[in-house]
């Protein structure tokens, strides 16, 4: 390996955790994970994975190569060289950064902390968190950062179910509190993966996650606006956006859709304001943006009530195809199809989902299990309208429109597709006041 670091220790076995140790497994480091789930620990023990992009057969070699062992006990994270920290950082009840689990993971590496370790954050967080947080925490253990031990941040960039871009290849941003720790830092990561991007500081590099799903989140709000605006006006948004991306510089297409989901696009923005208000400053984008992503599963439910000519959906049986926050993974966090679910139940619907990835999910306190349609037609007749919330691959698109009378594209799915069903397309411009045909229910 050339490297004289060869044990590391990967705090938190969640979905950056879990990848991120056997990686550095792969590369001949001695990993042990740490994680509280016994649930986890006991999968991991028996080479099972409980993430859809980790293979069991992954989890099992590197157990049987003795490269990666996963634990509870603290107290091995003295034996590490290179401790790495992957614990949750969601917001509180009042939409302010939740650093709960982040203050218990380094407290207890404060307590076997010993000289000459690594120590990465790779969590979302606020910039400022590395430095103001973490280091005073650890130097509690009477050992100094950048002379005793190093002390580092680098963004995970982990994309669930993206195929094209494995955890290797992309890009790696690190940073260190001092440039002795930045070297540290990158001097481990580059043994793993294929480009590693250092800059001049940790506030710096937790900026870097920030801004890059700020953006992503803003321009998902905005283009779900100008799909509102399109159908308004009785303009296609699918094909303007189609147009627009034939420009070869100066535009980056982005797609309606029920609204931003996951752990990090409408999380981190948030994450950000709140840091700027510590500054006296704010940012209107992220304001309205919140505000935009907010009503979107309201606005497709006023659409829908408009279609089937009815003041509420009292009554109404809908299915909602598809509850995970992207397409082709199991991952419902901050999901808007429940979301939108949610907003369904609100106004009287019936509501029924079909994913799957998820075969059960809690809406609202109340356990909901997916429903199976491919290949059954007659528990799709039940319905009066689908909404295809998430476009996963190999849904039974064509059994939707040819035996549900009202579908509701949120993704535009069904394009091309012909069958007996009325179809409206979130931003497919049909002006609302030529959505009120009139759809009769089933009984």
């Known amino acids: ?46 080479g099972r994975s409980y993430i859809q992009d980790i293979p069991d057969q992954q989890v099992k070699e590197s157990a049987q190569r003795r490269q990666f062992s996963a634990t509870r006990e ?60 973490l ?31 494995p955890l290797e290849v992309i890009p790696k941003v690190v940073s260190g509190i001092t440039d002795k720790c930045a070297r540290a830092v990158e001097d481990v990561y580059k043994t793993v993966f294929q480009t590693v991007v250092r800059i001049s500081s940790t506030d710096a590099a937790e900026m870097t996650k920030l801004l890059e799903n700020t953006y992503r989140f803003v321009n998902i709000s905005f283009i779900n606006e100008i799909a509102q605006l399109c159908n308004s006006m009785g303009i296609d948004v699918w094909e303007v956006i189609e147009a627009a991306r034939s420009k070869p510089f100066g535009f980056s297409a982005f797609f309606p859709s029920p609204g931003a989901g996951g752990h990090c696009i409408p999380v981190d923005p948030l994450y950000l304001q709140w840091r700027a208000k510590q500054f006296g400053a704010t940012s209107s984008f992220i304001a309205a943006s919140r505000e935009i992503n907010h009503r979107m599963p309201r606005y497709i439910v006023e659409r829908i009530k408009e279609a089937l000519s009815r003041e509420s959906l009292s009554g109404v049986k809908i299915l909602v195809v598809g509850v995970a926050f992207k397409p082709n993974i199991d991952d419902t966090r901050e999901s808007s199809a429940i979301q939108l679910i949610e907003c369904l139940q609100q106004d009287g619907a019936a509501v029924s989902y079909y994913d799957p990835y998820v075969h059960e999910v809690r809406v609202q306190g109340k356990l909901l299990t997916s429903v199976h349609i491919s290949g059954n037609p007659v528990s799709q007749s039940e319905y009066d309208c689908a909404i295809i919330a998430v476009n996963h691959e190999g849904l039974p698109l064509q059994q939707l429109i040819d035996q549900i009378p009202l579908v509701y594209d949120t993704r535009n799915a069904l394009k091309g597709m012909q069958g007996t069903a009325k179809v409206i397309r979130l931003g497919g411009g049909t002006p609302d006041s030529e959505g009120n045909a009139g759809i009769p229910l089933r009984d």
């Open 1 to 46: 390996m050339g490297n004289r670091l060869k044990k590391v220790a990967v705090v938190g076995l969640g979905y950056v955790g879990l990848p991120l140790a056997l990686a550095f497994s792969k590369q001949g480091y001695k990993v042990t994970g740490i994680d509280l789930d016994e649930r986890k620990l006991q999968l991991l023990k028996e």
């Open 74 to 133: 603290m107290h091995r994270l003295r034996e590490a060289d290179v401790i790495i920290i992957c614990v949750p950082t969601p917001l509180n009840g009042d939409d302010e950064p939740d650093l709960t689990y982040l203050m218990q993971a380094a407290a207890s590496i404060r307590d076997h902390l010993r000289r000459g370790q690594i120590i990465v954050l790779e969590s979302s967080t606020y910039p400022g968190t590395t430095r103001e947080v």
């Open 135 to 165: 280091k005073p925490l650890l130097e509690q253990s009477g050992l100094s950062v950048g002379t005793d031990v190093f002390l580092g941040y680098s963004p995970e960039r982990v994309d669930p179910g993206n195929r094209h871009y």
